[in-house]
């Protein structure tokens, strides 16, 4: 089991930034992947980025430039920094994380935390 908690979410000014964290406790070193997906009213939950343990990083291609995701191991905590947001940014940010064990994979929310871009 994976237990995931965000937190830096808020009310930012368009242009403006944020950073994210998000901390895992559990059964953290059976984690492959963690990431950040988001979900704005009335659409689908997405893929914003995700770190692999092998550090290797995926953006959406809305991103790509102004956010940036990482890692650290030994506080078990994951981070997006968030630059350059845009309104169409607002949307409830929520961490993932994937556990592989054998064929199998698990994944684990976290609660999510809101980020509002005013424009």
């Known amino acids: 089991q994976v237990q995931l908690v965000e937190s830096g979410g808020g009310l930012v000014q368009a242009g403006g930034s944020l950073r994210l964290s998000c901390a895992a406790s559990g059964n953290t070193g059976s984690i492959n992947a963690i990431g950040w997906y988001r979900q704005a009213p009335g659409k689908q939950r997405e893929l914003v980025a995700v770190?692999?343990?092998?550090?290797?990083?995926n953006y959406a291609n809305s991103v790509k430039g102004r956010f940036t995701i990482s890692r650290d191991n030994a506080k078990n905590m994951v981070s997006l920094q968030m630059n350059s947001l845009k309104p169409e940014d607002t949307a409830v940010y929520y961490c993932?994380?994937?556990?592989?064990?054998?064929?199998?994979?698990?994944?684990?929310w976290g609660q999510g935390t809101q980020v509002t871009v005013s424009s």
């Open positions: 993932k994380a994937v556990v592989a064990i054998s064929t199998t994979q698990f994944q684990y």
């Open positions: 770190i692999s343990n092998g550090d290797s990083t």
